[in-house]
């Protein structure tokens, strides 16, 4: 199932290794993957198995155990769905970003959100209340408590353009960096370095995520692929 949200990446590529040498990526991609972290492992597996992203290893087949297994054998206040489906806290529920793919992840859902307490240090009346003043007579005034301040959404700042190597470490990008980086590894031509701009969606994030336990070149492994050089 594609996805309608979608983050772009730009990806170098050596055409002679035919590997990716890193991405260049903003804020959304970088969000999306240090983002996947909040998630409980048996809610990013539904999604897995929900979009037919297949190979999850043993750790689908404990899964697919505890969604077969029948009820006589679970514990009686053991709920099933807590393994498949787990409750995650508001705060890994979507990170709000904006592009992000982390909104199509399982929330968590309250029954009655109004009802909800936050402990503060103001102490807040929202309706008048009386004093007395020196001279006896009563008077009214309202305390309000400051509007926090609008702090960014995500996790990383999005002044920023990211360099995400092909196992996934993310580091800020420079031009420095980036050069030094081709000589590091071996670039002595440049022209076998191609640039590619790539979609990430839901079912290509998927991918990411399920590679990234399974390699150390998940770049290359999910989006050489559907790559054509031309030479």
């Avoid at 996805?3 to 590997?19: A, E, G, P, W």
């Avoid at 054998?73 to 529920?93: F, G, H, K």
């Avoid at 008077?139 to 995400?164: C, D, I, N």
């Avoid at 790539?198 to 990234?212: C, F, I, N, R, T």
Wanted: with cysteine; aromatic share 8%; glycine share 6%.
């Amino acid at each position: 199932m594609a996805s309608t949200k979608k983050i772009l990446i730009k990806l170098l590529v050596d055409k002679n290794s035919r590997k990716v040498l890193f991405a260049e990526a903003g804020k959304d991609f970088v969000d999306f993957l240090f983002g996947l972290l909040e998630f409980p492992l048996g809610s990013i597996l539904a999604l897995m198995f929900e979009h037919g992203v297949s190979g999850s290893g043993s750790l689908g087949k404990i899964y697919e155990s505890v969604k077969n297994l029948d009820d006589d054998y679970l514990v009686s206040n053991q709920r099933r769905e807590s393994l498949l489906r787990p409750r995650i806290a508001d705060v890994a529920a979507a990170s709000d970003t904006k592009h992000t793919l982390l909104k199509q992840f399982p929330k968590q859902e309250h029954s009655n959100p109004q009802t909800l307490l936050v402990a503060s240090p103001f102490v807040v009346n929202p309706s008048p209340f009386c004093s007395s003043s020196a001279f006896g007579v009563t008077s009214t005034r309202e305390v309000t408590a400051p509007a926090p301040p609008m702090a960014e959404e995500g996790y990383v700042k999005g002044v920023v353009t990211y360099m995400v190597m092909d196992d996934l470490i993310v580091k800020p990008m420079s031009n420095i960096s980036s050069i030094s980086l081709l000589c590091s590894i071996g670039v002595q031509n440049l022209s076998s370095v191609e640039e590619k701009t790539v979609e990430v969606d839901l079912d290509k994030g998927l991918k990411l995520l399920k590679a990234s336990f399974e390699s150390n070149t998940v770049l290359t492994d999910v989006f050489l692929p559907a790559i054509r050089f031309t030479i």
